[in-house]
């Protein structure tokens, strides 16, 4: 395994000491960059990045056994991969990303014209959008439970009580974040999940973030109908690497958004012939389970990240005289929101173009994010993460923001 250099500083970065570097030794990502944006793109170990780059040399030397044969290594991956997640190779299908599973069970219903499918306002955009376009294809109606940042679990649920019970056309559909992408928070699914089958509608749970995160999301998402969870934040999985899990009697109204020659074969197998698809990153990702484990342990990684997560987030509340009340409620275990000064990223193109401006200036990943009208700082932790990274951000941030 190559390892990254051991020396103070580096030519893009000078601050960065030589245990900070240490730090990355497992991982390909640039030493003069701060990772403090694990949320979004994830990152894969080296040993894991070696195994890929083999088995992708393998297919290039003989393709015609390569994919006469992957059929029966992506039934081999299903099973590590469902062991990890705790539900039954059998209910689990690889899908590339939280959005395709997404895709592939609202683009797989039949909705009646004039029913209701729920989401909430801090549903991921690119969900909103799939969803939204669907329903308008079918002549049906997507409305929009509106949850305060600092709503308890309770008043979360007693807002989808109300929606799901108002008179009018039926919810066919609920779908609701596990974990909120631009906010950062963990919704109490089960809950919703019973509240929409008590009035007949289906539950489909995006847990994008899921993996990894929780020890075990399928069990926090209860009841769900469908669930999906990309394995490459969190998990460490290569990207294009995540998992549609669907459980009963509509697990066989699934199928893949593109027809392969898997199409006459039941739920999950259809999915696992997608034409000429890298489907590499699906057969290493329990090599990157196992690599956190044997590294760290999931269970102490897991802990020590929520702690890294509250310190950080204290820290650059401090730094920039924020107060966390109004995000203290419902956090997720290993992602904070840091609210930002009045008129900073009040809209998605100021918050990406502020991003942009701290990757280039201060050398440093993070997101920056809008809800409501108001900017966040949204930091994420793994284990590649140190204090120092969230110190040498709040060292530099206030003064980065005033000069803007």
Not at 96 to 107: C, F
Not at 136 to 160: I, M, N, W, Y
Not at 304 to 332: F, Y
Request: with cysteine; glycine share 8%.
């Amino acid at each position: 395994m190559t390892t990254q250099p051991s020396v103070v500083g580096t030519t893009a970065n000078p601050s960065v000491r030589a245990d900070e570097v240490d730090s990355l030794r497992d991982w390909a990502l640039d030493p003069g960059v701060r990772h403090l944006n694990h949320g979004s793109f994830g990152a894969v170990p080296r040993p894991v990045l070696a195994l890929r780059q083999q088995l992708r040399d393998e297919m290039e030397a003989n393709p015609d056994a390569w994919f006469r044969e992957l059929p029966g290594r992506v039934a081999r991956a299903r099973e590590g991969v469902a062991a990890f997640l705790r539900t039954a190779p059998g209910d689990l299908a690889f899908v590339l990303n939280a959005s395709s599973g997404v895709s592939a069970v609202i683009n797989s219903l039949t909705l009646a014209r004039g029913s209701r499918v729920l989401l909430t306002d801090h549903s991921y955009g690119a969900v909103t959008m799939g969803v939204r376009r669907v329903a308008a294809r079918a002549g049906a109606v997507v409305d929009t439970v509106r949850v305060p940042l600092d709503a308890s679990a309770q008043d979360v649920t007693e807002r989808f009580a109300r929606e799901l019970a108002r008179p009018g056309a039926p919810v066919a559909l609920v779908v609701v974040d596990q974990i909120t992408s631009p906010t950062a928070r963990l919704f109490p699914v089960a809950a919703i999940v019973e509240q929409a089958h008590a009035v007949g509608a289906r539950a489909l749970v995006d847990g994008a973030h899921a993996p990894g995160m929780l020890a075990d999301p399928l069990a926090h998402a209860g009841a769900a109908d469908y669930w999906t969870g990309n394995l490459h934040k969190w998990a460490c999985a290569p990207r294009g690497s995540a998992a549609l899990v669907a459980r009963g009697p509509h697990a066989q109204e699934l199928v893949p958004l593109t027809d392969s020659w898997g199409a006459p074969d039941p739920f999950p197998e259809r999915f696992d012939q997608q034409g000429t698809q890298d489907t590499t990153g699906w057969l290493v990702a329990s090599a990157s389970f196992d690599h956190i484990e044997e590294r760290h342990g999931w269970d102490t990684a897991r802990a020590d990240l929520t702690r890294l997560a509250d310190e950080a987030q204290a820290l650059l509340a401090g730094a920039l005289d924020q107060d966390l009340a109004p995000v203290a409620v419902n956090q997720a275990p290993t992602m904070r929101l840091i609210p930002l000064a009045d008129g900073l990223a009040v809209d998605p193109a100021q918050a990406a173009a502020l991003q942009r401006r701290i990757a280039h200036e201060l050398r440093c990943e993070v997101s920056v994010t809008s809800f409501g009208g108001c900017g966040f700082l949204r930091l994420s932790t793994h284990v590649y993460n140190r204090p120092e990274d969230y110190a040498y951000l709040a060292e530099r941030l206030p003064a980065f923001l005033r000069a803007l």
